[in-house]
């Protein structure tokens, strides 16, 4: 840790990859209430694209600069509001840890605490994503493939969010995991689902959050998808986009058996072989793992 | 140099501002020069952010690439370009930027929309940005009402709007979705796709009355609401729509901003106009308007 004290934790993720449900847990664990979670409560601060966040720390408009120069703003705005913050932040982020054109990192070692990093295996990754945008399994297999995947991107109107430059699944694995210049902690998704107390309790830990069990599994009742499903059902969750009805759609492991097509896995696996083989997503014979018993999940930290 | 009449203020420029319109004046209110700025900021700043810092009467401001500014005592800009900005990207600062923080220190309000003339007063559109503030002003300009400001809304103290400039500002999206032909329009900056829409008819150079704010909304539902803003109420608005209400502490000036909010609050109907945020169906947001401003008998 750095003497400036940073005070920002990333949360860090390709999107639909439990993010959320990772937010919701933090949220709960910090306003441990016995009244039942309202997701509409869910705050743990802007996600690190927020334009409104960056430009209120930057003090100026910013909606009149084309996205690269915004970009070479971004890291001062970071640096501003951790030098700001009264304590330490949880901010979600789907960019991948880049380096911008002046060599600067767009997410500054002065400003980050930590990155907290949560993987999915790619397969479901795909098939979540294609119901959250409304695109075609084909559509989003070719955006996790390709190292120019952006969102907000389109330079023909505003948005309230500036651009976020994802990469490829797998180089955004990779960006992450191997930030070497800033204390990082790995997560599987799936781990997260099989072994919940165990990894959310070393994400607490990571995240210097409280780490008494009781708390922890009083934090995780609050945040069964099944409740937030329920919740999702009487009224839109707010940052549900209009590309679908369902923010909290399944959640499952697993899901690409049902829906992906032979074609569709072996894109997916070609693509992503290297990350997927380190992180435990392929066998020993190259094939994806079908049955979900997290002892057979091997992880493979040498990226790490 | 030249003279330029913008915001009710005569303003004179060692830089050419060519959206603006010319206008002879013997004195000037504001003058905009060419000179150094401090690359590290002000003497005694009392707000700081990276590139932009408040001292009652002085806000500094750099924009890297573009400019470094200066703006002082409610009339004067000086601008350190940078040696290879071009003059677009400077320009659009000295209108935006500047000209916004000249109106805190004068004590105008500035309210973050647009003003349209309805009868013998004006309208303002606020909201937040994204919610089509310019692209309303621009189709309700398409239908013959005329324009007295957009983006930025410059209240007096008379509660007057005062005009600003012939000119509005549309991403593609918006100018596309209006039937404009973008091959016909200028970009504001090379290095985005924003175009400048010129009103050569039906920009109002009268001040006007301010009669009604509506703040603009949107949700995920198909229906268009109406909510009138009471009382107290008005306020919470007033203050978030106002263009860069973090300047006015570092200015000193949030107490005279109450009081001006406050009074325009006594004076004018407020209403929270909610559309769906999936379709941006402007020809029914209008209708809609324009049967609310009816029931409030201002005539179009």
């Given at each position: ?304 | ?141 398409q239908k013959g009402y005329e324009v007295l400001a957009d983006d930025l809304a ?9 005009p600003s400039y012939p000119q509005m500002k549309l991403w593609q999206d918006s100018a596309e979705k209006l039937g ?121």
């Open positions: 840790m750095s003497k400036l004290n940073p005070k920002i934790y990333w949360l860090a993720s390709y999107p639909r990859s439990g993010n959320t449900w990772v937010r919701a847990f933090i949220f709960n664990l910090l306003n441990n209430k016995q009244k039942d979670f309202d997701m509409d409560d869910l705050d743990t601060g802007p996600i690190a694209s927020c334009r409104k966040w960056i430009e209120d720390a930057l003090g100026f408009d910013i909606s009149e600069l084309s996205h690269n120069e915004i970009d070479l703003l971004r890291p001062t705005a970071y640096r501003w509001l951790s030098e700001n913050m009264s304590q330490n932040g949880y901010h979600k982020v789907h960019d991948a840890y880049s380096t911008l054109s002046n060599n600067s990192h767009l997410f500054p070692v002065e400003a980050t605490r930590g990155a907290l990093y949560i993987i999915r295996n790619p397969l479901d990754v795909a098939v979540s994503l294609a119901y959250f945008t409304g695109d075609s399994i084909e559509k989003v297999i070719m955006d996790m493939g390709n190292t120019d995947t952006s969102a907000c991107e389109n330079p023909r109107k505003f948005h309230k969010q500036l651009r976020q430059s994802f990469s490829s699944w797998s180089q955004h694995v990779l960006s992450w995991v191997s930030a070497s210049n800033i204390s990082n902690l790995v997560v599987r998704y799936e781990d997260l689902k099989f072994r919940s107390v165990e990894k959310f309790s070393e994400i607490a830990s990571f995240l210097q959050l409280p780490t008494d069990e009781v708390l922890i599994k009083n934090a995780l009742a609050q945040c069964r998808i099944d409740k937030l499903q329920t919740q999702e059902l009487s009224r839109p969750f707010k940052e549900c986009p209009q590309s679908t009805t369902r923010f909290f759609r399944k959640g499952v492991i697993g899901d690409w058996l049902d829906v992906l097509n032979n074609k569709q896995v072996e894109a997916i696996v070609n693509d992503h072989r290297n990350v997927m083989e380190a992180f435990g997503y392929l066998d020993s014979a190259g094939k994806p793992y079908t049955t979900f018993d997290t002892q057979e999940l091997k992880f493979d930290s040498a990226y790490c | 140099m030249r003279h330029y009449k913008a915001f009710g203020l005569n303003i004179v420029s060692e830089l050419e501002l060519p959206s603006l319109i010319l206008a002879p004046f013997k004195n000037a209110d504001v003058w905009i020069k060419k000179g150094k700025v401090s690359k590290n900021g002000l003497i005694a700043p009392k707000r700081i952010r990276p590139f932009c810092q408040q001292a009652p009467s002085e806000i500094w401001l750099h924009v890297p690439g573009i400019a470094r500014f200066y703006i002082s005592q409610g009339n004067k800009v000086i601008v350190e370009p940078y040696e290879d900005a071009d003059e677009q990207s400077v320009r659009l600062f000295i209108l935006g930027s500047c000209m916004g923080a000249i109106m805190h220190q004068k004590n105008r309000l500035v309210i973050h929309g647009n003003a349209i003339r309805f009868g013998d007063g004006c309208v303002i559109f606020s909201g937040k940005s994204g919610t089509g503030k310019s692209t309303l002003a621009a189709a309700l300009y410059v209240i007096d103290e008379q509660l007057n709007v005062q404009l032909d973008i091959c016909q329009l200028n970009k504001i900056r090379l290095q985005i796709d924003k175009y400048a829409y010129p009103m050569d008819r039906g920009f109002c150079q009268k001040a006007l009355p301010v009669k009604a704010i509506y703040v603009l909304n949107n949700h995920k539902n198909d229906q268009f609401l109406l909510q009138p803003i009471e009382g107290a109420d008005k306020l919470p608005p007033l203050k978030n729509h106002t263009y860069r209400p973090g300047y006015l502490d570092g200015l000193g000036l949030k107490a005279q901003h109450f009081k001006l909010c406050s009074q325009l609050a006594s004076r004018i109907q407020m209403t929270r106009i909610t559309r769906p945020s999936h379709k941006f169906e402007l020809d029914s947001l209008i209708e809609n308007i324009e049967m609310d401003l009816h029931s409030k008998s201002f005539a179009a």
